[in-house]
Antibody, heavy 120, light 106 residues
Framework: QITLKESGPTLVKPTQTLTLTCTFS??????????VGWIRQPPGKALEWLAL???????RYSPSLKSRLTITKDTSKNQVVLTMTNMDPVDTATYYC????????????WGQGTLVTVSS | SYVLTQPPSVSVAPGQTARITCGGN??????VHWYQQKPGQAPVLVVY???DRPSGIPERFSGSNSGNTATLTISRVEAGDEADYYC?????????FGGGTKLTVL
């Protein structure tokens, strides 16, 4: 059974760096074809893709946010970490991590999401 | 950047057929995936690769993709299908989501 769970601060101040951790089970990020991505959703708005890391450490980023994002993996801990610098109130959103098994495919398992509020 | 356009809302009576479109330049050349999201919940994959269904998704959910439009079709709509629906593709090594469509069951 594949499960993912996001963790991190619920409140960050403007200009601070956000660090989110996705802890997963039921699969290995060393298995060929596997990837874990991050997607966010501001309250009442649409999904927005952020980043994705693959089993071979290939990384992809949203072009509009690339300069602020870093995604890494710790295969031994079954974790993927996303950092986002220079947080702004417009970054207030629910952040999801999700599992993928294709370089150009879909997300078949999602975490429950974690709400991050950016406010002073 | 690639843009996916969805109607903000679609309404349908129970038992009828709902069609939710996703427009994009030559989207027929891409693989389209669809997600259902109910309030307060994470998205759920309902169709992948244009028309395939994950295990556990009812046959009432189907998809098609041609030209500049992909379509998610929900047959025999039930009250429990009321949700937001998002299409997704890959373009230039990044993921793109549509703006979402709210399906209302009358």
């Amino acid at each position: 059974q594949i499960t993912l769970k996001e963790s991190g601060p619920t409140l960050v101040k403007p200009t601070q760096t956000l660090t989110l951790t996705c802890t997963f089970s039921g699969f290995s990020l060393s298995t060929s074809g596997v990837g874990v991505g991050w997607i966010r959703q501001p309250p009442g708005k649409a999904l927005e893709w952020l980043a994705l890391i693959y089993w071979d450490d290939d990384k992809r980023y949203s072009p509009s946010l690339k300069s602020r994002l870093t995604i890494t993996k710790d295969t031994s801990k079954n974790q993927v970490v996303l950092t986002m610098t220079n947080m702004d109130p417009v970054d207030t959103a629910t952040y999801y991590c999700a599992h993928s098994t294709s370089r150009s495919g879909w997300y078949d398992y999602w975490g429950q999401g974690t709400l991050v509020t950016v406010s002073s | 950047s690639y843009v996916l356009t969805q109607p903000p809302s679609v309404s349908v009576a129970p038992g009828q057929t709902a069609r939710i479109t996703c427009g994009g330049n030559n989207i027929g050349s891409k693989s389209v995936h669809w997600y259902q999201q109910k309030p307060g919940q994470a998205p759920v994959l309902v169709v992948y690769d244009d028309s395939d269904r994950p295990s556990g998704i009812p046959e009432r959910f189907s998809g098609s993709n041609s030209g500049n439009t992909a379509t998610l079709t929900i047959s025999r709509v039930e009250a429990g299908d009321e949700a937001d629906y998002y299409c997704q593709v890959w373009d230039s090594s990044s993921v793109v989501f549509g703006g979402g469509t709210k399906l209302t069951v009358l």
